[in-house]
């Protein structure tokens, strides 16, 4: 079983960035595609970034243009880059690969001044 874990995230003010890095174990990670979702308190478990593993991507309306992923296969990561953030991001930020493996112990993000 594929094991996950997520980095990166902290206490950012709105309009700031962060980096998530989220590392999985195991040598299939290249060939599926990744996604990263997020849990906002009260709020359903939900994906806005995705990566195949040749490297499209695709992303929810409410993050296109200031969120990135990418993903390293030779290190087993994939990456978030969140740049103009808002309070709104505020929550608990996870990767899978359409949600076959178990999830991981999430990384906190909170967005607030």
């Known amino acids: 079983q594929v094991q996950l874990v997520e980095s990166g995230g902290g206490l950012v003010q709105p309009g700031g960035s962060l980096r998530l890095s989220c590392s999985a174990s195991?040598?299939?990670?290249?060939?599926?595609?990744m996604g990263w979702y997020r849990q906002a308190p009260g709020k359903q478990r939900e994906k806005f970034a995705g990566?195949?593993?040749?490297?499209?991507?695709n992303y929810a309306d409410s993050v296109k243009g200031r969120f990135s992923i990418s993903r390293d296969n030779a290190k087993n990561t994939v990456y978030l880059q969140m740049n103009s953030l808002k309070p709104e991001a505020t929550a608990v930020y996870y990767c899978?690969?359409?949600?076959?493996?178990?999830w991981g112990q999430g990384t906190q993000v909170t967005v607030s001044s």
């Open positions: 899978n690969a359409d949600e076959i493996w178990n």
């Open positions: 195991g040598s299939i990670f290249s060939i599926y595609p």
């Open positions: 990566i195949t593993s040749h490297g499209s991507t």
